[in-house]
């Protein structure tokens, strides 16, 4: 009856759908265990008409302009140029800090520490801190301190659950100073929202001929690996010999035979403010106060400036363990759970047709565009 069986329908999911449909003439079915389509990218309008992002906020940013013109058949965009601000102490300084936060932070001693920087490494450059806590200049190695002191340890060890000790000084390190005074997030050539929110691509990405959609259905409860252990799928009992795209939870797919592969998990908490607007920024960090990591304002996003109240979310980091309504957001990436990951892989690495696709397949942290891509690509090589 299919061709072809995607497990899971964000963006890996969906683009891979449509491609397979679209340039191969594939039948496809696309099974998901929520009650809508679009993963973590779903959006939907509140009770008070804010459209908000169910899963925190998703920001399309890219250089690839393949990705964008890709995306641009299925939405216009809403041109946002995505600015976050730290909350340190009483302040608010551009996040990435950048000569405008040198500015803010160090006052009438920022001219002389601009000028250094820019001779020393150049406009527009991205300085790592560890670079510059390994200069002999005093100034340079203070803005490096500060940096990973207020904007870096803390957010981090909220965000990762790790205690400094445990933070990996290469990470750390790789923390930039920008060297510019462009506020924006992201520097990519191509940013933006969609215009009508991300839910309305996924359903122009789904609305074509030969793809259809199941919801609220698991993966492993319709397909399934040979009980035997022989290299087969079944789908719904019968033997398979069609193509899988699995973009699930690999461990959970194999009801963690081997162990839980870790996670940090996220616990989003919605507000509803009866006035314009709760803070200066779509995205507020902090970074050195409070257990949540950041608020979203979500009007900013989605250009309802004109509202009269407005929505927010707070994010609070927290283990995933498994349990009903948790969520795998992050992947804990380290030689041991990536040892871990390869156990599961090694299990359908022989099955013909089965390929892995996404965060939570993978294993690994994709944003959109990139993920889009690669979508793109599997869909290509895909017979």
């Given at each position: 009856?299919?061709?072809?069986i995607?497990?899971?329908?964000?963006?890996?999911?969906?683009?891979?759908?449509?491609?397979?449909?679209?340039?191969?003439?594939?039948?496809?079915?696309?099974?998901?265990?929520?009650?809508?389509?679009?993963?973590?990218?779903?959006?939907?309008?509140?009770?008070?008409?804010?459209?908000?992002?169910?899963?925190?906020?998703?920001?399309?940013?890219?250089?690839?302009?393949?990705?964008?013109?890709?995306?641009?058949?299925?939405?216009?965009?809403y041109?946002?140029?995505?600015?976050?601000?730290?909350?340190?102490?009483?302040?608010?300084?551009?996040?990435?800090?950048?000569?405008?936060?040198?500015?803010?932070?160090?006052?009438?001693?920022?001219?002389?520490?601009?000028?250094?920087?820019?001779?020393?490494?150049?406009?527009?450059?991205?300085?790592?801190?560890?670079?510059?806590?390994?200069?002999?200049?005093?100034?340079?190695?203070?803005?490096?301190?500060?940096?990973?002191?207020?904007?870096?340890?803390?957010y981090?060890?909220?965000?990762?659950?790790?205690?400094?000790?445990?933070?990996?000084?290469?990470?750390?390190?790789?923390?930039?100073?920008?060297?510019?005074?462009?506020?924006r997030?992201?520097?990519?050539?191509?940013?933006?929202?969609?215009?009508?929110?991300?839910?309305?691509?996924?359903?122009?990405?789904?609305?074509?001929?030969?793809?259809?959609?199941?919801?609220?259905?698991?993966?492993?409860?319709?397909?399934?690996?040979?009980?035997?252990?022989?290299?087969?799928?079944?789908?719904?009992?019968?033997?398979?010999?069609?193509?899988?795209?699995?973009?699930?939870?690999?461990?959970?797919?194999?009801?963690?035979?081997?162990?839980?592969?870790?996670?940090?998990?996220?616990?989003?908490?919605?507000?509803?403010?009866?006035?314009?607007?709760?803070?200066?920024?779509?995205?507020?960090?902090?970074?050195?106060?409070?257990?949540?990591?950041?608020?979203?304002?979500?009007?900013?996003?989605?250009?309802?400036?004109?509202?009269?109240?407005?929505?927010?979310?707070?994010?609070?980091?927290?283990?995933?363990?498994?349990?009903?309504?948790?969520?795998?957001?992050?992947?804990?990436?380290?030689?041991?759970?990536?040892?871990l990951?390869?156990?599961?892989?090694?299990?359908?690495?022989?099955?013909?047709?089965f390929y892995?696709?996404?965060?939570l397949?993978?294993?690994?942290?994709?944003?959109?565009?990139?993920?889009?891509?690669?979508?793109?690509?599997?869909?290509?090589?895909?017979?």
């Amino acid at each position: 009856m299919y061709d072809s069986i995607i497990i899971g329908c964000g963006f890996a999911g969906a683009v891979v759908a449509r491609e397979l449909a679209e340039k191969k003439g594939k039948h496809v079915l696309v099974i998901d265990s929520r009650d809508h389509i679009g993963g973590n990218c779903y959006d939907r309008y509140d009770e008070h008409g804010i459209l908000i992002h169910q899963y925190g906020p998703h920001i399309f940013h890219t250089n690839s302009k393949n990705v964008y013109d890709y995306l641009s058949r299925f939405t216009k965009w809403y041109d946002y140029s995505h600015e976050v601000v730290g909350k340190i102490h009483d302040s608010e300084i551009p996040i990435p800090f950048n000569l405008n936060s040198l500015e803010m932070v160090y006052g009438n001693w920022a001219a002389g520490m601009e000028k250094k920087l820019v001779d020393m490494f150049g406009e527009g450059a991205r300085v790592p801190i560890l670079e510059l806590m390994n200069q002999e200049d005093d100034e340079l190695k203070e803005i490096a301190t500060y940096v990973y002191e207020n904007v870096f340890l803390k957010y981090t060890m909220k965000q990762w659950g790790k205690s400094p000790k445990e933070i990996d000084p290469a990470v750390s390190g790789r923390v930039p100073v920008l060297l510019s005074r462009d506020n924006r997030y992201f520097q990519d050539t191509y940013q933006g929202i969609p215009l009508h929110g991300y839910t309305a691509v996924f359903e122009k990405l789904l609305a074509y001929d030969g793809i259809d959609v199941r919801l609220n259905c698991q993966g492993k409860d319709v397909l399934r690996l040979d009980p035997e252990g022989e290299v087969k799928i079944y789908f719904e009992g019968e033997p398979f010999a069609g193509q899988v795209v699995f973009t699930g939870a690999l461990d959970e797919f194999f009801d963690c035979r081997y162990g839980r592969l870790p996670y940090r998990s996220l616990d989003f908490h919605f507000e509803h403010y009866d006035k314009p607007f709760y803070q200066s920024h779509g995205v507020v960090n902090y970074t050195v106060s409070e257990k949540f990591t950041r608020i979203t304002e979500f009007k900013y996003l989605s250009g309802q400036m004109d509202t009269r109240d407005t929505t927010i979310v707070k994010e609070y980091p927290m283990p995933y363990t498994g349990q009903e309504g948790e969520i795998p957001y992050y992947a804990i990436n380290n030689a041991e759970n990536d040892a871990l990951f390869g156990k599961y892989k090694a299990l359908v690495d022989q099955i013909p047709g089965f390929y892995l696709l996404g965060r939570l397949a993978e294993y690994k942290y994709y944003n959109i565009d990139a993920i889009v891509e690669r979508a793109l690509q599997l869909a290509e090589r895909m017979e």
